[in-house]
C-alpha cells in the first residue's frame, strides 16, 4: 500500500554532513507521521526523529538534537534528515517508516524502507 526508500547514505569523517532522502510511492495520504530509525551492528534498533505529515510538529531523539533536522516535500513525496557533526556513535544502517502515530515506538509504524548505510570514520 505504501513503498518506501532511502538514500543519501555513505561514508564520512566525524564532524561531516550527510542528507537521507526518504521517498514514499502508494496510498501516502493513509500515514500522519514519517520517522527515522537506525540500527547499529549488535544494537536494538532506536528512533531518530519523525515529523508529521504537515511538518509542523517534530520530534528527536537527545543524542541527535541541535546536530540532526527532519523537514519533508510533500511535493516530491519526500522527507530528508539532514545529518551535521557526525560522530562515530552515528554509525548505523538508517531506516525511514511511515504510519499513523507521531511516536517513537517501531511497531507503532507500518510500513518500512530498505535501510541506507550510514559509516562515520575518525
Known amino acids: 500500500q505504501v513503498q518506501l526508500v532511502e538514500s543519501g547514505g555513505g561514508l564520512v569523517q566525524a564532524g561531516g554532513s550527510l542528507r537521507l532522502s526518504c521517498t514514499a510511492s502508494?496510498?501516502?495520504?493513509?500515514?500522519?507521521?514519517t520517522g527515522w530509525f537506525r540500527q547499529a551492528p549488535g544494537k536494538e534498533r532506536e528512533f531518530v526523529a519523525t515529523?508529521?505529515?504537515?511538518?509542523?510538529?517534530?520530534y528527536y531523539t537527545a543524542s541527535v538534537k541541535g546536530r540532526f533536522a527532519i523537514s519533508r516535500d510533500n511535493a516530491k513525496n519526500t522527507v530528508y534528515l539532514q545529518m551535521n557533526s557526525l560522530k562515530l556513535e552515528d554509525t548505523a544502517v538508517y531506516y525511514c517508516?511511515?504510519?499513523?502515530?507521531?511516536?517513537?515506538?517501531?511497531?507503532?509504524?507500518?510500513?518500512w524502507g530498505q535501510g541506507t548505510q550510514v559509516t562515520v570514520s575518525s
Open positions: 502508494g496510498r501516502t495520504s493513509s500515514t500522519y507521521a
Open positions: 517508516a511511515a504510519g499513523g502515530l507521531l511516536t517513537t515506538i517501531p511497531r507503532t509504524y507500518d510500513y
Open positions: 515529523i508529521s505529515w504537515s511538518g509542523g510538529s517534530t
